[in-house]
């Protein structure tokens, strides 16, 4: 087994608002991969003394854990339970019911020598890779189905959408959206290899349309994780130079993360 983890802010002056992790049980048989996407909150807080980094760092520290301590507890089970968690470290200071309150997308992935388990819940991507070079991504795509001029809405801004029946669900303070992921498991046969990745580093394909996932998954596997965000950078960096603002995005630099396991 082959693991590879790259994550880089994309503003050195502001914290990295991702968490990646490996876990690797003692036992030596299976394993798990945990990768959250802070959401960066807009100007005026959210009702909580904490920053997104303390949020994902905590969440994130919780499923690693439970993802290897509890192997038999199916995903979001696992995730409901570090929700819970990680709520109540912070609930007695800060309001949990404030629709921006910290929070994060959400990938899972646990193999054992039987299966390969995952959970996706909102914008971050699993790639799955088939012996036979076959490339699958796994994607929650209810925030892209939303109309984009509703995204740009103050529904949006303000996070009335969120976690919410329609619009888009992410990890915050309540255990129930855990249910919302999407999950599954396929025979650990069928994967040869698997990818998670934050939004800020599938911009590779998905905003500046370098190439599709399978290509994405190519460069990550010849040329490594950190190869994928210094080309994401330098597209960024040519856009802006360019003056185009490509398909207006948010911000010129994302955090950028990509965890590889070779299996």
């Known amino acids: 087994m082959r693991t590879e983890l790259v994550s880089e802010a994309g503003d050195r002056a502001r914290p990295n608002e991702d968490f990646a992790s490996v876990g690797l049980p003692a036992s030596g048989q299976g394993g798990s991969l945990v990768l959250l996407d802070g959401v960066t909150p807009p100007p005026g807080g959210a009702g909580c003394l904490h920053s997104v980094p303390w949020f994902t760092a905590r969440l994130g520290g919780a499923l690693t854990e439970l993802t290897v301590s509890l192997p038999d507890v199916p995903l979001a089970e696992a995730l409901a339970l570090a929700i ?83 619009g888009f669900f992410t990890a915050a303070a309540d255990p129930a959206v855990a249910a919302r992921a999407l999950t599954a498991s396929v025979p650990r046969a069928e994967v040869r290899s698997l990818a998670a990745l934050s939004d800020g580093a599938t911009r590779w394909a998905e905003l500046f349309r370098e190439g ?52």
């Open 84 to 166: 819970a968690r990680t709520a109540g470290a912070h609930a007695e200071t800060c309001d949990l019911s404030h629709p921006r309150t910290p929070q994060a997308t959400v990938v899972l992935a646990r193999w054992s020598p039987r299966s390969v388990e995952y959970l996706v819940l909102c914008d971050a991507t699993l790639l799955l890779a088939a012996p036979d070079g076959t490339v699958t991504p796994v994607r929650d795509d209810r925030l892209a189905r939303l109309p984009p001029a509703l995204l740009r809405s103050a529904e949006v801004v303000d996070g009335t959408l969120r976690n919410k029946e329609g």
């Open 212 to 263: 599709d996932w399978t290509d994405l998954f190519t460069l990550v596997r010849e040329e490594g994780a950190r190869a994928l965000v210094e080309r994401v950078r330098a597209l960024e960096r040519a856009d802006d130079d360019a003056g185009r603002a490509l398909l207006g995005r948010a911000k010129t630099h994302d955090d950028a993360t990509v965890v590889c396991v070779e299996l």
